[in-house]
T-cell receptor, first 114, second 111 residues
């Protein structure tokens, strides 16, 4: 158990809909990262927040947005969903955004768009 | 630019050794290694920083050659529990603190 929690575990929704994925980082961790992993593919970095502010942006679509709240939990919002958005979405946390810190991954949310 | 991992997949018998490579075209600050078992979250193995330091984790060790911009992960006397996909993540001066992840190397250990 990494200490990072993600809800929900599974999500099935239809094309065109909007969903929100939630992540609670490990206690004391200030950085939250969001990743997308399509079936049997690598990890695609989406976005990073550090202490409530956006720190880095990766391959995040305009239909996706995220935020980190004062209690440091984060939400990833996916809208106008398409079949291709079906994937495993991981959030990870680390103590800082510095270069030497390892990331602790949550169990992931499996999103299925039908 | 995504680092290149090789091989893409490897099948071993329990007790055999394996080497997984990660190469980048960019100068690197650090290389991170993670293992992901099927259906599970990636788990941190180790970080290698500039300086060519070799680190170890049980029977798993790694090296980082910053001049060649590459890292290698060594799995010695592999155990069934080593099965999974290994990802390297690289950090470079222009990556803005992001880890750029390789496509992964799938390792299958057979008894």
């Amino acid at each position: 158990d990494s200490g990072v929690t993600q809800t929900p575990k599974h999500l099935i929704t239809a094309t065109g809909q909007r969903v929100t994925l939630r992540c609670s980082p490990r206690s004391g961790d200030l950085s939250v990262y969001w990743y997308q992993q399509s079936l049997d593919q690598g990890l695609q970095f989406l976005i990073q927040y550090y202490n409530g502010e956006e720190r880095a942006k990766g391959n995040i679509l305009e239909r996706f947005s995220a935020q980190q709240f004062p209690d440091l939990h984060s939400e990833l919002n996916l809208s106008s969903l398409e079949l291709g958005d079906s994937a495993l979405y991981f959030c990870a946390s680390s103590p800082d955004s510095g270069r030497t810190y390892e990331q602790y991954f949550g169990p992931g949310t499996r999103l299925t768009v039908t | 630019q995504q680092p290149v991992q090789s091989p893409q997949a490897v099948i071993l018998r329990e007790g055999e050794d394996a080497v997984i490579n990660c190469s980048s075209s960019k100068a690197l600050y650090s290389v991170h290694w993670y293992r992901q078992k099927h259906g599970e979250a990636p788990v941190f193995l180790m970080i290698l920083l500039k300086g060519g330091e070799q680190k170890g984790h049980d029977k798993i060790s790694a090296s980082f050659n910053e001049k060649k911009q590459q890292s290698s992960l060594y799995l010695t006397a592999s155990q069934l529990s080593y099965s999974g996909t290994y990802f390297c993540g690289t950090e470079s001066p222009d990556s803005n603190y992001q880890l750029i992840w390789g496509a992964g190397t799938k390792l299958i250990i057979k008894p």
